[in-house]
């Protein structure tokens, strides 16, 4: 099948390309193979001894590669004279049995030494597993996640990791020369280890680029264009895969959710204003990338009277009277242009609400990049932060991860999250606070050493005259099946719409051995392989978009998403979905409709006031004329 290559000329091609929903990284015209998963069958802890009942469960989903590691410890149990193939042997029959490719992933070292810091012993681990599984095991990726290795010499840790891509590379090749070498997946590609790969020249020792990303699916366009400008930067262009992207659904004491339901309308209390009689404004404005709503914060809305949804530019003219209550973005990013709106909103009186993190960290800028800014526009809201990793924190020994946390004094509810190393403590402090403000601790963290404070309300009674309710957490709030299903298909159509070849759900069973741990439930089956919602969403997606089908091409207009493919079929299929409000849709078409939603149930449905949400319907037509109106 035709491979076409997308000539990357310039950035500004990149940008436009943005908006279009073009690939730009060299792709098939058909899919091809585009659907894996991955699955931890090669661990004997885990889902080695169920394998069979994995795979079958890929077969029904009709999932045709799985990615598993191949640990040293593993095959290497006493050295060298003890190499032992049986589990990755084992592992490997069922796969070929049940028509299932392998993608293994090399370890990062023996256990004890980075792979770079044993390199002879590293290529003979590597030299034994090709040469064993020649021509049986086609592809091999070259360590998972080097880029999150935890080291004093993290600006080294690229130019590391490319100097063993090159050696496992030319011992591959030399083994097996048939075999093809996949980056090992990158968490993410804002960091330098890219670059850094890139500055030795680690750029041509792989055939396959390859990375992951956890973040929201619409999000992930920014991720590609960003890795398309580093390959325009150092010259070189290859396919990608994405090989993690994925949802955790952990039952969890308290969510996001509780802050706005619970601890936001007692604080609005507090300033002598009722949720049930207040207008929330919230800022989603997807065209300027600020999609601050998640899929579940519609329900914890309805604490308040009624919601309106704005975009960035009618933040200057927003009355604090008229919307006295105000999300401008769900986290850390923010464009530098439209911060004095809202601190002139905040002047004349408005309440401010930031569910998490520091808000205004980053300067959410159009080519992707997440741009530092100084803590200079916090200090205009008054707003005051202490970051573990500062050298002030370290004197003051204020821990990365609090080792306790409780609702502050006089709180009356119940209220904290699970701190982490992914979920570290930003610490809110009153160093910016001007004569007539107020701090009031809502939730207080620390240790032995430290006491400092993680959600509070500013109360400002200065030159600036509203109020600002806020948390640090970090998490994404409530982690619901219906939120990991209905964004499975999206991940995957947003992914092969800008070029990605293959894409690797994470995962298939959750262990569920924590009921907070993130990692015990990223499954889109449970431990009794019972399915989840994600799990028919993705039977329903490898159906309305099989293996052949015509690679999706994305539009996106007044908010509304629009996915279109041909299948093998011939018939024609486009997925709508908005991540926002609800939006009624008029379509037309001179063809015959089928109308399925991201579970594969088939609705009753007519051209006329068809209702989108954040889970994919899917329309099926005889004819390729069909388009919408914003009804």
Known sequence: MMITRLLIVSL???????????????????????????????????DFNVREKDLSKMNDARIGWVRSDFDWHTVMK?????????????????????GVHLLPILDRGNGLHLAWEVPDNYLKYVHLLVEHYKERITH??????????????????????????????????????SATIVYGGQSEVYDHFLEGVCSKGGQNF?????????????????????????????????????????????????????????????????IGKNASLCTLGVVYDEEN?????????????????????????????????????????????????????????????????????????????????????????????HLGFLYWWNDEAKKLGAPEVPEWHHVATGMPFDYGWNFSKENASRYLTNRNLKDGDEMIPIVEAGNDHYKGCVAALYKL??????????????????????????????????????????VFWYNLRALEN????????????????????????????????????????????????????????GSFVSAFWTTGPEIVINIFTSGRLKFFNYLGQCGNLKKDNVKLGNGVLYVVSDKKDLNFKIK
């Not at 190499?83 to 070929?96: G, P």
């Not at 919602?533 to 099989?546: H, I, N, S, V």
């Open 461 to 502: 009674r200065s030159d600036l005259r509203g109020n600002i309710i806020i948390q640090t957490r970090l998490d994404q709030g409530l982690r619901s099946e219906s939120v990991q299903a209905k964004r499975l298909a999206r991940a995957f159509l947003i992914s092969f719409a800008y070029g990605i070849d293959r």
């Open 514 to 569: 924590s009921q907070t741990d993130w990692e015990a439930h990223y499954g889109i089956l449970h431990k009794d392989f019972a399915p989840k919602p994600a799990f028919l969403a993705y039977q329903t997606l490898t159906e309305m978009c099989p293996d052949g089908s015509l690679r999706p091409k994305l539009s996106f207009n007044n908010n509304v998403y629009q996915a279109d493919w041909q299948r093998p079929d």
């Open 78 to 98: 006493n050295g060298d004279a003890g190499v032992d193939f049986s589990v990755f042997d084992a592992t490997l029959r069922s796969c070929e049995q049940k």
């Open 206 to 270: 792989f055939d396959i680029m390859n990375f992951h990303s956890y973040s929201a699916p619409e999000e992930l366009i920014n991720s590609f264009c960003h890795l398309a400008e580093i390959m325009h930067k150092y010259d070189w262009s290859k396919p990608v895969w994405l090989t993690e992207t994925g949802y955790a659904t952990p039952p969890q004491s308290s969510n996001q959710g509780d802050f706005l339901q619970k601890v936001v309308p007692i604080m609005l209390r507090k």
């Open 289 to 381: 990338h600020i999609p601050s709503v998640t899929e579940d914060m519609p329900i914890d809305f309805k604490v308040f009277k009624s919601v309106q949804y704005l975009n960035l530019k009618e933040l200057k003219n927003l009355s604090a009277l008229k919307v006295p209550v105000l999300i401008c973005s769900y986290g850390e990013f923010f464009p530098e242009e439209y911060v004095d709106d809202v601190v002139n909103y905040v002047r004349h009186g408005g309440t401010l609400v930031c569910p998490q993190g520091v808000p205004f960290y980053y300067d959410h800028v159009q080519n992707g990049q997440m741009s530092h800014r100084g803590a200079d526009h916090q200090a205009r809201l």
């Open 140 to 177: 091999w990726e070259v360590i998972n996640e080097a880029n999150l290795i935890r080291t004093d010499h993290k600006e080294e840790l690229g130019q590391n990791y490319a100097d063993i891509l090159k050696t496992s590379y030319q011992e591959i090749k030399h083994t097996d020369p």
């Open 12 to 46: 500004l091609l990149i940008g436009a390309i943005r908006t279009s929903g073009q690939p730009v990284f060299p792709c098939s015209t058909h899919l091809q193979d585009a659907y894996g998963i991955c699955s931890h069958i090669t661990r004997e802890a885990t």
